[in-house]
Nanobody, 127 residues
Framework: QMQLAESGGGLVQSGESLRLTCVAA????????VGWFRQVPGKEREGVAV????????YYADFVNGRFTISKDNAKNTVYLQMKNLKPEDTAVYYC????????????????????WGQGTQVTVSS
């Protein structure tokens, strides 16, 4: 069983940056497709960025618009989400997710296709 643990969330002002970290334990990360998702109360969980297991290709949600970067360090069993120029609308609980293999197709898969989840980390962006 894989366990995921996120960290790095916090309260920042609009325009500032954060780096989220997700460390995996229990399984080797190398073969897993990984991603970051976020959720606000009353809304469905949405994809932010993913890395596909087949070729390490990355996909981002349209709202990212070049502000975020997802990366993975297989040696450290860690995936990162570097977020720059944060906006109040980025406020959410951010979750790390993993599954093997990645769901087929291009783009960000639906969150229901991921098997393993972290507990989430709160990101709050004030205006």
């Amino acid at each position: 069983q894989m366990q995921l643990a996120e960290s790095g969330g916090g309260l920042v002002q609009s325009g500032e940056s954060l780096r989220l970290t997700c460390v995996a334990a229990g399984r080797n990360f190398h073969w897993y497709g990984v991603g970051w998702f976020r959720q606000v109360p009353g809304k469905e969980r949405e994809g932010v960025a993913v890395i596909k297991s087949s070729d390490d290709s990355t996909y981002y949600a349209d709202f990212v618009n070049g502000r975020f970067t997802i990366s993975k360090d297989n040696a450290k069993n860690t995936v990162y989400l570097q977020m720059k120029n944060l906006k109040p609308e980025d406020t959410a609980v951010y979750y790390c997710a993993a599954t093997v293999p990645s769901p087929p197709g291009i783009g960000i898969p639906r969150y229901t296709l991921y098997d393993h989840w972290g507990q989430g980390t709160q990101v709050t962006v004030s205006s």
